[in-house]
């Protein structure tokens, strides 16, 4: 909603405007139970989202591979400065109410007498401290401010206005800047200042703090701060936080135990403080055995390491242990994308990967349907890698084109790209003489990625070009990547397939290194030239213009013009090729758990897995099932 000054209002309960501005009501809502609610909490109703208020009491165990991947609860229980409904709508969360103006002044309110976990205030400070004591102090971050904090290369102006409003103030306005903090993994422009200020050399007596340092073997007094300044890892039990549950496990363990956060800032109707579920456990496991551990009833609620391969397995043990299985359609834009790397330093694949006849013919071999029948029981989308429908985005030739099964049409690009000599099988020789043989890198524990190569190997092979697969280590593929070495790398495809306009459309340019097709260019982006190489083909280069003009735009339709711009480029030039979107994600739910969606999406972004459902309203419908599992 915009008022006459062009300022976005994003509302946090009823509103009412007075004066030429605008002020945020907190619903009305029974006394709170507890006496560690803000004085504005904000009231959450499950019924509107077809749940039920629940009771307070239990706990939940689930499983992580190892002690690093405790960090994910805080993606799943997605508490943010501004977050987004189910219609994709940013909304205060944290936060009381923010204004935008120009789409470059941004105002926040912060909700009066909230409080970190500790019962210390949550202020205007723990901006201050974050922005001028950490994100720019050379020693803990060299590097300078993140990206989403700069607009046109510029920092913002940063202002207290007062204990519990701060302004931020961009020259140009900055779009990427609530998206970045909605995301799945919290951007964190704020910390316990009354905290981290101990191991702060601005803050902290000097001889106490270097005691301290001596004390955790750290290098310096910058590292001690940033091994205790993360929040968003739960990996140290002393730090203060606003999320619904904090960990209270130290150290190398292979239990975790996360109980609630007194001073969380949601309330239901009744007036009872959320989180429902007062613990959350999690237990370490193999990841080869999550499906088992989740058949046999060790678990009351699972997603992360399941895989759409476990569900028969999964369906098999329902009845017996008393669980169900849910099934949300992943909102990826491909579950197997190949990357043609346009970056790769060997010049006969470069000069290959850029010519959008080779790309397109590859496209064009593979034969979708068959890879959707054997590998996702055919349940999927074939096509390219792209929006889903469903999101406002979408568009059905974004997903159709050049994605056909053609290998006659395939056959005949490759002839016209200088292909047509052959060598021994029929295979085809590369310009300088070698066979052309496509080694595809591909990260070792993907099972999924490996059997479509395997599949797309034969499909390929009918059109004279051979494959080659490599499984690497996640680590290794990713630095050989940023150095240019492989041809072609195989991996998930687009990360939002369910974006809006709003949403910053950085998986279609080359301005990150991450993404595979062009890591050298995004380097070169986010090393501003130090690093990398500048694009230097007209058609990408594109991309990186309308990119740079979502920057600049402030009204969601001229951005999303620019987005269907950037997504009909791709559908056309192929520069990832996808195969199949619409895998399922098994999400294993005990019996007597309740207000988790039958029917729902699942995604990294935007849907912070299954955060956007509000795992803070989960309850346990009967006191004598809670925490029913037992490792």
Known sequence: MLDRRGALLLLGGGAAALAGRTLFLPSACEAAESGGLPDEPLVYDPRMEGGEIGQRGGRIVTLAPRARDIRYLATMSYTRLVGYDRQLRLQPDLLRAVDVEEGRRFTFHLRAGHRWSDGDPFTAEDFRYWWEDVALHPELNPAGPPQFMLAQGEPPVFEVLDERRVRYTWRAPNPRFLPALAGPRDALIYTPAHYMRDFHTRHADAGMLAARVAAAGARSWAALHNRNDGMGDDANPDMPTVYPWRVVTRGNANRFIFVRNPHYHRVDPKGQQLPYIDEIVIDLAAPGLFAAKANAGETDLMSRGLVMADIPVLKQGEKAHGYRTLTWPIARGSEVALYPNLTAVDSVWRALNRDVRFRRALSLGIDRRTLNNALFFGLGTEGNNTVREGSALFMPQYRSEHAQYDPARASALLDEAGLDARGSGGVRKLPDGRILEIVVEVEGDSTVSVDALQLITEFWR???????????????????????????????????????????????????????????????????????????????RRLLALYDDWLLQTEEAAKARIWHAMLALHADQQWTIGTVAGALQPIVVRNGLRNMPEEAVYSWEPTAMFGLYRMDALFWEQADKRGAARP
């Open 462 to 540: 009918d059109i004279g070009v051979s494959l080659f697969i490599k499984p690497q280590d996640r680590t290794v593929l990713r630095n050989r990547a940023y150095s240019g070495l492989p041809a072609m790398i195989a991996a998930p495809g687009l990360e939002n397939a369910m974006p809006t306009g709003e949403m910053p459309p950085t998986g279609l340019a080359p301005v990150f290194q991450d993404n595979y097709a062009w890591p050298r260019w995004g380097q070169y982006i986010e090393t501003d030239g130090k690093a990398g190489e500048a694009c230097d083909m007209e058609v990408p």
